[in-house]
């Protein structure tokens, strides 16, 4: 069984930072999954992906993030980050983690945690 638990979500000005942080534990190791990375959902709005890491090392990132936000991995801590820079009010959304262990395998998910960018 996997459980994902994120933390640093907050309420920031524009133009501010967070660092989000996904803990790992149960059956999973975060250095030998398959994909892993972060999800994020606004009010009204479809959950949309805003980066993820397949395999290891392809990074991928929404276009409305790129160049502001990093993902990275703490295989030692078990943890997958999301360092976020330059946040705008579109950011503002309940951002979720997710881990997938293999390939076509299911997808877990954490409970969310709230981002809130604004003066």
């Known amino acids: 069984h996997v459980q994902l638990v994120e933390s640093g979500g907050g309420l920031v000005q524009p133009g501010g930072s967070l660092r989000l942080s996904c803990a790992a534990s149960?059956?999973?190791?975060?250095?030998?999954?398959?994909?892993l990375g972060w999800y994020r959902q606004a009010p009204g709005k479809q959950r949309e992906l805003v980066a993820r890491?397949?395999?290891?090392?392809?990074?991928n990132y929404a276009d409305s993030v790129k160049g502001r936000f990093t993902i990275s991995r703490d295989n030692a801590k078990n943890t997958v980050d999301l360092q976020m820079n330059s946040l705008k009010p579109e950011d503002t959304a309940s951002y979720y983690c997710?881990?997938?262990?293999?390939?076509?395998?299911?997808?877990?998910w954490g409970q969310g945690t709230q981002v809130t960018v604004s003066s």
């Open positions: 997710y881990v997938r262990v293999i390939y076509r395998g299911p997808e877990y």
């Open positions: 890491i397949i395999s290891g090392t392809n990074t």
């Open positions: 149960g059956s999973v190791s975060i250095f030998s999954v398959y994909a």
